[in-house]
């Protein structure tokens, strides 16, 4: 049926030899522990690219909410606004992810790595190492926007730090933080699809664009409830630096939804829409979607 349609079946029989005929490789799973890893430079040369990217994204992010509300307070409606703020975002992380997707390969991100790991695209090793690099980078970016602003206007402004916004329940901000993510974590995968890439040159060369334009648009709709983490580093950085109770009671929120929102993101991709990927990724001999 699939030949009468004009389409190729992902793999034929030639004489008795499964012979695949997709125009495209998925690249087999991640060892989960590989040793051997260990001991190249590769990866720590991508841990110190995690580590200096989180940086200066959480920098130029949170600095960007602290000068927005200290040009209000001097001047109303002066300051980048929460648009201003979602475009620092988002075109920080275009930046970012460009600069070094073909380093670590751009997370930036736990929950991007989370997902990543549970797709066995990432060794646990590298993933570990990853979000330690991220959340330590976050750390280091958060205190210099304190030193930038100084230490006074820093706590005055909330620095920045993740809060459920008043009239919103703990589940909304769950359910936000998760969709905001799924969002990203859809994107990334999508970006970066073999299947996509392989059959439209283009997708590549965009994917540092639109994974930065799905985190501006995960914070248009995200910032009024909870100022938007939708990344766990982003989020406890702030939280480190500006050691405010609120913001430690509820930083379980902004880990617990983007992760989940990572793995739904995760499994949709690779099992609704990737059937045969995901079946590969996992194991299986054969993929059964169409080539």
């Known amino acids: 049926m699939a030949a009468a349609e004009g389409k190729l079946s992902p793999d034929a029989n030639v004489n008795g030899h499964v012979v695949s005929t997709k125009d495209y490789l998925d690249p087999p799973p991640t060892l989960l522990f590989d040793a051997g890893e260990l001991g190249k430079w590769s990866l720590y040369r991508a841990v110190i690219a995690e580590f200096t990217a989180t940086l200066l994204f959480v920098y ?5 909410v602290i000068g927005h509300k200290r040009q209000t307070d001097a001047a109303p409606c002066s ?13 920080m992380i275009a930046v970012l992810v460009y600069c070094t997707a073909g380093i670590s390969g751009g997370h930036i991100n736990p929950a991007v790595t989370f997902a990543l790991l549970l797709a066995r695209k990432v060794s646990l090793p590298r993933a570990l190492l990853y979000v330690l690099a991220q959340c330590l980078g ?14 006074r206007h820093y706590v005055l402004y909330g620095g920045g730090a993740n809060e459920l916004a008043p009239g919103y329940s703990r589940t909304a901000g769950l359910v936000a933080e998760a969709l905001g993510t799924a969002v990203l974590v859809y994107t990334v995968f999508s970006a970066t699809d073999p299947k996509r890439m392989a059959r439209d040159s ?22 009024p409830v909870t100022g938007t983490g939708i990344n766990p580093a982003r989020s406890f950085g702030a939280a480190v630096v500006y050691n405010g109770q609120k913001a430690w009671d509820e930083q379980w929120i902004f880990w617990v939804g983007p992760f989940v929102g990572a793995a739904v993101a995760m499994l949709y991709h690779q099992y609704v829409l990737r059937n045969g990927a995901a079946k590969h990724s996992f194991g299986s001999n054969h993929d059964d979607v169409e080539a």
Do not use: D, E, S, Y
Not at 79 to 91: P, S
Not at 139 to 151: D, F, K, N, S, Y
Not at 202 to 223: E, K, Q, R, S, Y
């Open 138 to 151: 976050a750390i280091c970016g958060a205190a210099l926007v304190r030193a930038v602003h100084g230490g």
């Open 202 to 223: 283009h997708v590549a060369v965009l994917a540092p664009l639109v994974i930065g334009f799905a985190v501006f648009m995960a914070h248009l709709a995200t910032i």
């Open 79 to 91: 300051g980048a606004g929460v648009l201003g703020i979602a475009w620092a975002f988002g075109g």
């Open 60 to 64: 130029v992010a949170i600095a960007t």
